[in-house]
């Protein structure tokens, strides 16, 4: 009879154990989840001001030779290719679903260059947009973007005369620079739907506090939880409808 006892004792503790175990390994998951999800956050707010601070101080050139800084401003002068032109799909402005036109430009130096033009509503329409492109010389000027990566792509990037995302190997010519102009002001501008930045530094910020804030809360409640079950283990381990 007594070692039947001890035979249940030993057992029911080896139970105990593992379920404290498993409860620290639970809430050490969602500590940890909050700890790296709050700092990712803070280094996304990081690198948001650091950029914002770049365009803060990208200089105004005039048809650079070199690769132009992100957020630089550009003056252009030559004449558009009305006829490459394609529209960046899903594009919106006020409320208003619309495309946004690009229009290469032959330079007076022969060097292409891409000009995102701004916002043409289009409605819910998927036949292909049409725009007036002003014709001789023109002098423009606006925002450098440089190429990078985007967001990924589920299907073909274009769809007659729209694109999904901005490529140059859109078209079939020898741009002058990978990244494209974003017009603001000159023949052809239309409103402005772009910015350099959508998502402020602060955003971030709060969002990093608030994931840090579910850390420690989870952290709290493992801590009282495991010295409840330490405290009461029969009572945690055979009653599992009640919380620690």
């Not at 379920?19 to 969602?30: I, M, N, T």
Request: proline share 7%.
């Amino acid at each position: 009879m007594e070692h039947s006892l001890d035979v249940d004792v030993t057992q029911h503790a080896r139970r105990g154990r593992c379920r404290q175990r498993l409860w620290w390994a639970l809430w050490s998951v969602v500590v940890t989840l909050g700890l790296v999800l709050g700092l990712w956050q803070w280094e996304r707010g990081a690198d948001k001001r650091a950029y914002l601070a770049r365009l803060e101080a990208a200089p105004a050139l005039i048809e650079p030779r070199q690769l132009p800084p992100e957020g630089s401003h550009l003056t252009l002068t030559g004449e558009y290719l009305a006829d490459e032109t394609l529209f960046l799909d899903n594009r919106t402005h006020e409320g208003r679903l619309g495309v946004a036109p690009l229009t290469p430009l032959r330079g007076n130096d022969g060097r292409v260059w891409l000009v995102q033009r701004g916002f043409l509503e289009t409605g819910t329409s998927r036949a292909d947009p049409s725009v007036a492109t002003p014709r001789g010389r023109v002098t423009l000027r606006g925002r450098w973007q440089r190429a990078g990566e985007g967001a990924p792509l589920f299907g073909p990037n274009r769809e007659g005369a729209r694109l999904q995302r901005i490529q140059l190997d859109a078209w079939d010519l020898d741009f002058a620079h990978a990244g494209w102009l974003h017009l603001e002001s000159g023949p052809g501008v239309l409103p402005g739907w772009w910015s350099p930045s959508v998502m402020p530094p602060s955003r971030h910020l709060g969002y990093a506090v608030q994931w840090w804030g579910l850390s420690l809360a989870a952290l709290v409640v493992m801590v009282i939880g495991s010295r409840r079950r330490y405290r009461h283990p029969t009572h945690a381990d055979d009653s599992p409808g009640e919380g620690p």
